[in-house]
């Protein structure tokens, strides 16, 4: 058996806060633009994870922020 699951809920790394265990140590979490993004435990706590990867997306894309918009796949 292994450790149990630590709560993260409501803690906030980077861009983004935990809202749900997923399971397996993952966890789901909301990001600043309003996207969501499963993450492991470890990524986030090591800030390995800091958003859900749609800005730097956008920004390949696009090569500018957008003005406070939800950002689409």
Do not use: F, H, Q
Not at 18 to 27: D, K, P, Q, V
Request: glycine share 10%; charged share 30%.
């Amino acid at each position: 058996m292994g450790r149990p699951a630590v709560n993260i809920k409501g803690e906030t790394y980077g861009k983004l806060t935990a809202i749900n265990y997923m399971g397996n140590s993952m966890w789901e979490c909301l990001c600043e633009c309003g996207n969501t993004k499963v993450a492991r435990y470890t990524d986030l706590k090591l800030g390995k994870t800091t958003t859900c990867g749609k800005l730097a997306n956008y920004l390949k894309k696009n090569g500018k922020k957008p003005e406070e918009e939800k950002i689409e796949e």
